[in-house]
């Protein structure tokens, strides 16, 4: 059994309306350490949340993080063209760091 | 603005060592505030983390590569290293370093590593 695992493994939706990202850990989790992370073809990750709900610097406010225990959720209003991407949800503990198989949000 | 850079060879035998480099710029490796990691991504799949250390050299590692991997810092040069012994096709990844504050803020590029002979 997975660490972590997300939900649904890809979504497909249209631009300009919301998508809603789930990521459930098999213990529980400080909030602290809990971040979703986005990643484009042939680019690096970018953090997006970290301490489940607070977004990195010079992210939009269109992406929120909430959650706690065991599931967490990234919601993301009114899909941007530059949203359809990959989306790893990643929690600390003290064996380190894991990510999630990643949710695919596509046009 | 804090960039990271990997760097080392693209190529890698079979059962030799991994070696590769992360400099940072923009930003001291000696701040006490932070650590710093490698993440790795196998063509087409999910990130797996490697290992953290901070400025001091105190690491900690996953557990499954615990014992070949290695990371080293270097605070004259501001830079952070890997080393991962006794590789495999399976170690074949886009390589990435990052800065840890329990989640990873500032990414390198990434750098592809094959193993193959």
């Known amino acids: 059994e997975s660490v972590l695992t997300q939900s649904p493994a890809t979504l497909s939706l249209s631009p300009g309306e919301s998508a809603t990202l789930s990521c459930r850990t098999r213990r529980s989790v400080s909030s602290s350490y809990l971040a979703w992370y986005q990643q484009k073809p042939g680019q690096a990750p970018r953090l997006l949340i970290f301490g489940a709900s607070s977004r990195a610097t010079g992210i939009p406010d269109r992406f929120r993080g909430s959650g706690s225990g065991t599931d967490f959720t990234l919601t993301i209003s009114k899909l941007e063209p530059e949203d359809f991407a990959l989306y790893y949800c990643?929690?600390?503990?003290?064996?380190?760091?894991?990510f999630g198989p990643g949710t695919r949000v596509e046009i | 603005q804090l960039h990271l850079q990997e760097s080392g060879p693209g190529l890698v035998k079979p059962s030799e060592t991994l070696s590769l480099t992360c400099t940072v710029s923009?930003?001291?490796?000696?701040?006490?505030?932070?650590?710093w990691g490698w993440i790795r991504q196998p063509p087409g799949k999910g990130l797996e983390w490697i290992g953290s250390?901070?400025?001091?050299?105190?690491?900690y590692y996953n557990p499954s590569l615990k014992s070949r991997a290695s990371i080293l810092v270097d605070t004259s040069k501001n830079q952070f290293s890997l080393r991962l012994n006794s590789v495999t096709a399976a170690d074949t990844a886009v390589y990435f370093c990052?800065?840890?504050?329990?989640?990873?803020?500032?990414w390198g590029q990434g750098t592809l590593v094959t193993v193959s002979s």
């Open positions: 990643q929690q600390y503990s003290s064996s380190g760091f894991t």
């Open positions: 990052a800065r840890d504050i329990r989640a990873f803020d500032y």
């Open positions: 923009g930003g001291s490796i000696s701040s006490p505030d932070y650590y």
């Open positions: 250390i901070d400025y001091s050299g105190n690491t």
